[in-house]
Each structure stands twice: as C-alpha cells, then as structure tokens.
C-alpha cells in the first residue's frame, strides 16, 4: 500500500506541475502498477485508471504512448477508453499494437479506423486473429495491395459476397493474391471459376494443390472455364451435392417452373439456379455455369427465352450473375429490349443446336 500511496502522490503532483518528461515517467509507474495487478481489478478500479491514463497521455511523447499501447494491447480488461484513443493515434507505433491484438476494440470501432485512419491502421488491422465480414469488406475495399494480400491469408478473416467479388477483380494479373484467393477452403464454387478464368498457369497449379478435389478441372482450364470436366467435379462438390439433392426433392413431385428459378436467383443461390437452368433446359451443368461465371447477358437470354421463362426471372438470374457489383439499369433495358423481340421458335433452335455441338450457345 505504501508503494501504492506514493504513486498517488507522485501522480497528483505529476497532474498539477509536471512536465511532459515528469508525466512520462509516472504514466510508466501507473501503468506497472495496472499491468502487474490487473488481475484482481474490479470494473470500478479500471475505469479509474482509464481517468489517469486519459490524463497522463496529454501532451506526452509519442514513444511514451508507445510503450504504453505495447504493454495494454494484450490485456483482456485494460481500460477501454485508453484503448479506444490509442487505436485512433495518428502515430501508427501507438495505433498498431492496440489494432492488431486487443480484444476491446468492437467491429464498429474497427471499421471507423479502416474507413478513415492510414494504410499501416488497415495494415494492424488485417493482422487480429478474428476478423468480421464487416471490417473485412473495408479492408478489402480500402486497403492497398498488401493490406488485401495480408487479409487474404489470415486464416481468422471472414468474407462477404462482396468482398469475395473484389477480391476476384482484385486478382486479376496479380499472382500472388489469386493463390492467396483461391486457397481459401471457404471460397463459394462460382468465385473460384472466375478466378481460375483469368489465372496465369502458374496460379492454376498452385490452386490444384489447394483443392485437389478439383484437380482434373484446374489441369483442363487454359484461359477460360469452359472445361467439360466441370461438370463432374461440380457434381463431386458439397455445394453442388446439396443443391442436387435439393431439386431432386421438388421433381419428385413436380416439373421444376419458373417461379423455382426465380426463388433461386433472387435467394442468391448460384449453384440451384445453375441446376434448375440445366435441367429445364436439358443442357450440361458445365455450360450453364459457364454462362453464368462468365456474365453472358445475350446467351442467358437466348436459354431463358427457350425454357419460357419471364422477364421477371429473367432480371433476377441477370441481377445473381452479375454480382454485387450489380447490373445497371441500362443494361436492363437493353436485355429487355432482346429478349422482347427474340422469337421462342429461334430461341429453342439454338439451344437445340447447342444440345449436339457441346461448347456453349453463341450470343446471336
């Protein structure tokens, strides 16, 4: 307790006349006094240090601050407050070890610092060992290529549609950040092709190691998805197992319809739709996919213009291939505008003819 009451004594006058080179010296002796007894401290005697830090950091150099960020970070109950202000130091030295491990910072806080702090804050931040689909969007969307990279292979992060779909883009002529893509176990079927479109042969091979199960199909990709093995590996996939065993369920008692697809689509699942498109229109899954992955507006129409489907569905399968980068409303109105005048007689003609060719239906 003696050691204890002179602090206070120390800190009080600290407070009251003391230089910045004075606070630095007793911000270090408090923050001992916090860190060696954080332990046995109620919420009650956090938040009075949080006051006394809050204090002793005005004005103090940044290596002070520093020091202090280094040894709080690690702290499961160290005061919230500091930590906060110390995430949103300009000094990245300060921000870095408070972004990269504390458990305090929430993902609102998170994603405000990698909405507006720099490079190296989005950089701390790609480091944590868990990572939300929400902050992961931000740093993907803002960060630089090695903050996109150092996500990328961070085995804690989680990403959304959206921030698969950047990524991909992201991908393109940059090797190692396609590996890095592809390599991740969770990546959904539909990203990975894409991917794998527009990957250099060195990338398809890394990611043949990443997923043997799709080993066959990767060695069969030279510029483009269309391979005929997809279907088999597609087939081969959970996703595509569920999916099958899905409309299987519904044809047992009864002929897939429009309003199926639509469900399909609009619900965001690719590999359903993909299946009910192949099925109604007695094509392989491999060139419906490929149309898909691809964005093939006009053949897209051509398939749905032979089954009978409505430009309501039509819009919602257009809106699943495009993304979440989204379809504009021009290009709507033009795709409505085809699939207005196209003829189901002509439509039905070139699906009949793409039944005995194999590759994929040409846009007409």
């Given at each position: 307790?003696?050691?204890?009451?002179?602090?206070?004594?120390?800190?009080?006058?600290?407070?009251?006349?003391?230089?910045?080179?004075?606070?630095?010296?007793?911000?270090?002796?408090?923050?001992?006094?916090?860190?060696?007894?954080?332990?046995?401290?109620?919420?009650?005697?956090?938040?009075?240090?949080?006051?006394?830090?809050?204090?002793?950091?005005?004005?103090?150099?940044?290596?002070?601050?520093?020091?202090?960020?280094v040894?709080?970070?690690?702290?499961?109950?160290?005061?919230?407050?500091?930590?906060?202000?110390?995430?949103?130091?300009?000094?990245?030295?300060?921000?870095?070890?408070?972004?990269?491990?504390?458990?305090?910072?929430?993902?609102?806080?998170?994603?405000?610092?990698?909405?507006?702090?720099?490079?190296?804050?989005?950089?701390?931040?790609?480091?944590?060992?868990?990572?939300?689909?929400?902050?992961?969007?931000?740093l993907?969307?803002?960060?630089?290529?090695?903050?996109?990279?150092?996500?990328?292979?961070n085995?804690?992060?989680?990403?959304?549609?959206?921030?698969?779909v950047?990524?991909?883009?992201?991908?393109?002529?940059?090797?190692?950040?396609?590996?890095?893509?592809?390599?991740?176990?969770?990546?959904?079927?539909?990203?990975?092709?894409?991917?794998?479109?527009?990957?250099?042969?060195?990338?398809?091979?890394?990611?043949?190691?990443?997923?043997?199960?799709?080993?066959?199909?990767?060695?069969?990709?030279?510029?483009?998805?269309?391979?005929?093995?997809q279907?088999?590996?597609?087939?081969?996939?959970?996703?595509?197992?569920?999916?099958?065993?899905?409309?299987?369920?519904?044809?047992?008692?009864?002929?897939?319809?429009?309003?199926?697809?639509?469900?399909?689509?609009?619900?965001?699942?690719?590999?359903?739709?993909?299946i009910?498109?192949a099925?109604?229109?007695?094509?392989p899954?491999?060139?419906?996919?490929?149309?898909?992955?691809?964005?093939?507006?006009?053949?897209?129409?051509?398939?749905?213009?032979?089954?009978?489907?409505?430009?309501?569905?039509?819009?919602?399968?257009?809106?699943?291939?495009?993304?979440?980068?989204?379809?504009?409303?021009?290009?709507?109105?033009?795709?409505?505008?085809?699939?207005?005048?196209?003829?189901?007689?002509?439509?039905?003609?070139?699906?009949?003819?793409?039944?005995?060719?194999?590759?994929?239906?040409?846009?007409?």
């Open positions: 307790m003696s050691q204890q009451t002179a602090i206070i004594h120390e800190l009080e006058d600290a407070l009251a006349h003391g230089s910045a080179e004075r606070r630095a010296k007793t911000l270090h002796r408090v923050t001992d006094l916090f860190v060696f007894g954080c332990s046995h401290f109620s919420e009650n005697h956090v938040a009075v240090f949080d006051g006394v830090f809050k204090h002793l950091i005005a004005d103090v150099e940044a290596s002070a601050r520093e020091e202090l960020a040894r709080l970070a690690p702290v499961k109950n160290a005061p919230p407050k500091i930590i906060q202000q110390l995430a949103f130091d300009d000094e990245i030295a300060v921000a870095g070890p408070v972004l990269a491990q504390s458990e305090l910072l929430e993902n609102v806080a998170l994603v405000e610092n990698a909405k507006t702090k720099s490079q190296k804050h989005l950089l701390a931040i790609s480091k944590r060992t868990t990572l939300t689909e929400t902050v992961t969007d931000v993907v969307e803002r960060g630089d290529r090695e903050v996109a990279l150092n996500v990328v292979k085995k804690g992060a989680q990403f959304s549609e959206t921030g698969y950047r990524l991909v883009k992201r991908s393109e002529g940059d090797d190692e950040l396609a590996r890095s893509v592809g390599s991740r176990p969770e990546i959904r079927r539909q990203h990975f092709l894409k991917l794998l479109n527009s990957a250099s042969s060195a990338v398809r091979t890394a990611l043949q190691a990443a997923h043997p199960e799709l080993a066959d199909e990767i060695k069969k990709v030279v510029g483009d998805v269309a391979a005929a093995i279907e088999k590996a597609a087939a081969g996939s959970r996703s595509y197992g569920a999916a099958r065993q899905r409309l299987a369920s519904i044809q047992k008692k009864r002929r897939l319809e429009d309003g199926d697809v639509a469900a399909f689509a609009q619900a965001g699942n690719f590999e359903e739709t993909a009910a498109l099925t109604m229109c007695a094509l899954i491999d060139v419906i996919e490929r149309v898909m992955v691809q964005d093939l507006e006009e053949t897209i129409l051509i398939i749905a213009k032979a089954i009978g489907l409505s430009w309501s569905t039509v819009k919602a399968v257009l809106r699943l291939c495009a993304g979440k980068n989204g379809i504009s409303e021009q290009s709507l109105g033009r795709c409505l505008a085809t699939f207005s005048k196209l003829k189901p007689e002509t439509a039905q003609q070139v699906v009949e003819f793409q039944r005995k060719r194999g590759p994929a239906p040409a846009a007409r």
